[in-house]
Nanobody, 123 residues
């Protein structure tokens, strides 16, 4: 199983980025997907998650209204659209897959993880 994350980079505050996570080696459509991030010296934190069919999403309060998760099961991909980026959004971003969405706001319980991509937001 592989989850490959792409789309990170360095952007100015207020800009947008779109991260992608491509899955292979798994039946992608039966997995709920989560996005997490980890800033330097901090614990990994929940960003948002999406159900297997894509009809349910929820987000951390810190990103609500700015970030949007979507998925395309035909392409085995999940996306994280990040708008109005803040300096505090600087972190390594990870996607992860779990079999059921319940309890999916914690890193534990996710069976597979992508390698992460760095997002740096500067003023």
């Amino acid at each position: 199983v592989q989850l490959v994350v792409s789309g990170g980079g360095s952007v100015q505050a207020g800009a947008s980025l779109r991260l992608s996570c491509a899955g292979s080696g798994l039946t992608f459509s039966i997995y709920a997907m989560g996005w997490f991030r980890q800033a330097l010296g901090k614990e990994r934190e929940f960003v948002g998650r999406i159900s297997q069919s894509g009809d349910y999403m929820n987000y951390a309060d810190s990103v609500k209204g700015r970030f949007t998760i979507s998925r395309d099961n035909a392409k085995n991909a999940v996306y994280l659209q990040m708008n109005s980026l803040h300096v505090e959004d600087t972190a390594v971003y990870y996607c992860a897959a779990r079999r059921y969405i319940a309890g999916g706001t914690q890193p534990s319980g996710y069976a597979y993880w992508g390698q992460g991509t760095q997002v740096t937001v500067f003023t």
